[in-house]
């Protein structure tokens, strides 16, 4: 249960709005209670879980979508996208990191808005104890690079 930014947009209004808000406060507490069975230390909700690092697509993509944060969206049909909000993806050439682009069908605004929206996804994952990291790519284009805490702070 999350949602990559790469999936159908979401059918329905308020409503289903509400329920899907509530399954993923749902599935974040479940997140947040592996934390709490599988990691030692002080704060073991601040540390990903192994379980996590399994599935870090996964684990960030929950961790964006409960704090609020909008995922984007295609249309089945044409491969367009159709919403504009967060994609996380593996990332091409990095074995166990991911990314978050901030995107939009075109002309939505989406490069206008990246720089404060990827910020805001970083500050969401450092502080679930992710190591997530603002970069200017090729193309100019922000994203998020997001990898596990390094070992020892």
């Not at 949602?3 to 209004?13: K, L, N, S, V």
């Not at 709490?36 to 192994?50: E, I, Q």
């Not at 996380?88 to 002309?107: I, S």
């Amino acid at each position: 249960m999350y949602d990559d930014g790469d999936g159908p947009p979401r059918p329905g209004g308020p409503r289903e709005a509400q329920a899907r808000a509530a399954e993923v406060r749902v599935a974040f507490e479940g997140m947040l209670q592996i934390r709490r069975l599988t990691n030692t230390g002080a704060d073991p909700v601040s540390v990903p879980a192994p379980w996590e690092l399994g599935r870090m697509v996964r684990a960030v993509a929950l961790a964006l979508e409960a704090a609020g944060i909008t995922p984007s969206a295609v249309d089945a049909d044409s491969g367009r996208r159709v919403a504009t909000g967060y994609r996380v993806g593996p990332a091409a050439d990095e074995p166990g990191t991911v990314t978050v682009e901030w995107l939009g069908p075109p002309g939505s605004g989406a490069a206008a808005e990246e720089e404060g929206a990827l910020a805001d996804c970083a500050r969401v994952l450092q502080r679930l104890g992710w190591d997530a990291l603002v970069y200017r790519g090729r193309n100019r284009r922000r994203f998020v690079e997001v990898r596990p805490p390094h070992p020892g702070g």
